[in-house]
């Protein structure tokens, strides 16, 4: 599918972001506001995503 490669590339940018977040807070380095839904809504687009995978294949 044309395209899914960069796309696969930044969902996995934002995912590195995510952790890093994570990783930052959890240390008390930074406060992260609305960090679940941040986190929810990375793993809903990554749903998505494999489920249009699923149905490309």
Do not use: I, P
């Not at 995912?15 to 986190?39: C, E, F, H, I, S």
């Not at 929810?40 to 294949?57: A, D, F, I, K, T």
């Amino acid at each position: 599918m044309e395209g899914l490669d960069k796309v696969l590339s930044e969902l996995k940018a934002q995912g590195r972001n995510l952790n890093q977040l994570t990783t930052l807070a959890n240390m008390g380095k930074v406060t992260v506001v609305y960090g679940d839904r941040l986190a929810e809504s990375y793993g809903q687009v990554s749903e998505q995503l494999l489920h249009l995978l699923r149905e490309v294949n």
